[in-house]
């Protein structure tokens, strides 16, 4: 296979658009599940253009981590408003919130926690697989009176579909896009269903979450990995340290412990958003090879989500996409360098 030509990736997108702006919207199924197809694209696909086969299970624990956050009442808005968990549909709450809502209370707000519950979390997975089955898989290309199977062959039922040629290329090019479209498109659908509860408070944050989320326990763990020295200077943390996303969450909202490093102040202003340059992704990938099982012990520990291989294969996506852009990468302070293939003998091809 080969990858998708200008004019097909372009219709990729206007037809991710009719979706969002023609698609018939009860419930906030359809935007979750255009997600969770574009991070499983970006974490277990290529940019080959080949097709890609899954089943409703491999994307529901993708599924609940976009209602785990959106789970809890919301108390930001108009004051004089009963506080309450935001509908997600023009009835009552969609099911799997529902059961979502549940669990966050069972486990105290812990996702990690609730992972760990095999039994618990198994029955959870089964039943919002089953749920994307149901309702959302072959209602989403539907598109007024037309169906417009772009994605993947309109079956009808059934928990399996082959992603069509191109489509992963597309998901993983384009991932920045979607997602903002995506979550555009649902913020706006939650504000319509919630009139009476939302003031002037920033929703994004509340629905998606915001960079610098605030992890028990984690400066201490990096602190001790690395020595007491910022990740990208090497000098001496004097005070606590900036937690820096090494991947940037700007480029995928990733909140697993290995993607975390510990940095100067002045360091993580002045990588900001870009990715970091070969010398740095070397010791990063060192640092969760050495280290990578212990840190995962000490997340565990502190009910931090981890996942090393799907970190790594973010991150070869992350600077793939940057190879193909022709972006710049951070080395330190003002100094920024062209992307080349360098970073691939670190990653591997």
Same mark, same amino acid.
């Given at each position: 296979?080969?990858?998708?030509?200008?004019?097909?990736?372009?219709?990729?997108?206007?037809?991710?658009?009719?979706?969002?702006?023609?698609?018939?919207?009860?419930?906030?199924?359809?935007?979750?599940?255009?997600?969770?197809?574009?991070?499983?694209?970006?974490?277990?696909?290529?940019?080959?253009?080949?097709?890609?086969?899954?089943?409703?299970?491999?994307?529901?624990?993708?599924?609940?981590?976009y209602y785990w956050r959106q789970a809890v009442p919301y108390a930001h808005g108009n004051l004089q408003a009963p506080v309450r968990v935001l509908k997600q549909g023009t009835g009552?709450?969609?099911?799997?919130?529902?059961?979502?809502?549940?669990?966050?209370?069972?486990?105290?707000?812990?996702?990690?926690?609730?992972?760990?519950?095999?039994?618990?979390?198994?029955?959870?997975?089964?039943?919002?697989?089953?749920?994307?089955?149901?309702?959302?898989?072959?209602?989403?290309? #539907?598109?007024? +009176? =037309?169906?417009?199977? /772009? @994605?993947?062959?309109?079956?009808?039922?059934? !928990?399996?579909?082959?992603?069509?040629?191109?489509?992963?290329?597309?998901?993983?090019?384009?991932?920045?896009?979607?997602?903002?479209?995506?979550?555009?498109?649902?913020?706006?659908?939650?504000?319509?269903?919630?009139?009476?509860?939302?003031?002037?408070?920033?929703?994004?944050?509340?629905?998606?979450?915001?960079?610098?989320?605030?992890?028990?326990?984690?400066?201490?763990?990096?602190?001790?990995?690395?020595?007491?020295?910022?990740?990208?200077?090497?000098?001496?943390?004097?005070?606590?340290?900036?937690?820096?996303?090494?991947?940037?969450?700007?480029?995928?909202?990733?909140?697993?412990?290995?993607?975390?490093?510990?940095?100067?102040? #002045?360091?993580? +202003? =002045?990588?900001?958003? /870009? @990715?970091?340059?070969?010398?740095?992704?070397? !010791?990063?990938?060192?640092?969760?090879?050495?280290?990578?099982?212990?840190?995962?012990?000490?997340?565990?520990?502190?009910?931090?989500?981890?996942?090393?291989?799907?970190?790594?294969?973010?991150?070869?996506?992350?600077?793939?996409?940057?190879?193909?852009?022709?972006?710049?990468?951070?080395?330190?302070?003002?100094?920024?360098?062209?992307?080349?293939?360098?970073?691939?003998?670190?990653?591997?091809?």
């Open positions: 296979m080969t990858m998708p030509a200008a004019e097909e990736q372009l219709k990729f997108i206007t037809n991710i658009q009719r979706v969002l702006e023609e698609g018939s919207f009860v419930a906030t199924y359809k935007f979750a599940l255009i997600m969770s197809l574009a991070d499983y694209a970006v974490e277990n696909g290529d940019d080959s253009g080949d097709p890609l086969q899954l089943t409703t299970r491999n994307i529901a624990e993708s599924f609940v981590e009552q709450q969609p099911v799997v919130l529902s059961r979502i809502m549940d669990l966050h209370n069972l486990f105290n707000g812990s996702l990690s926690a609730a992972r760990k519950d095999a039994k618990v979390w198994d029955a959870l997975l089964i039943k919002v697989a089953a749920t994307i089955a149901q309702m959302p898989l072959w209602k989403l290309q #539907v598109v007024g +009176r =037309s169906i417009v199977p /772009f @994605l993947y062959e309109q079956n009808g039922n059934g !928990n399996a579909i082959s992603l069509q040629p191109g489509v992963v290329y597309n998901f993983r090019r384009f991932y920045d896009l979607i997602r903002n479209l995506v979550q555009g498109a649902w913020i706006r659908h939650v504000r319509m269903l919630n009139v009476d509860l939302l003031g002037e408070s920033d929703l994004a944050e509340f629905l998606f979450g915001a960079e610098r989320t605030v992890l028990p326990g984690l400066r201490a763990v990096l602190k001790d990995v690395q020595a007491d020295d910022c990740f990208y200077c090497k000098g001496r943390l004097r005070e606590g340290g900036d937690i820096d996303h090494f991947v940037p969450w700007s480029r995928y909202p990733l909140d697993l412990g290995h993607n975390f490093v510990l940095a100067h102040s #002045v360091c993580n +202003r =002045s990588k900001r958003d /870009f @990715l970091a340059a070969p010398f740095h992704l070397e !010791n990063w990938q060192k640092r969760n090879q050495i280290h990578g099982k212990a840190l995962a012990q000490e997340f565990d520990a502190r009910s931090i989500l981890h996942n090393l291989d799907a970190t790594e294969k973010i991150a070869f996506w992350a600077y793939s996409q940057a190879e193909t852009a022709g972006s710049n990468l951070w080395f330190r302070k003002d100094d920024v360098m062209p992307i080349d293939q360098s970073w691939r003998q670190v990653l591997g091809t």
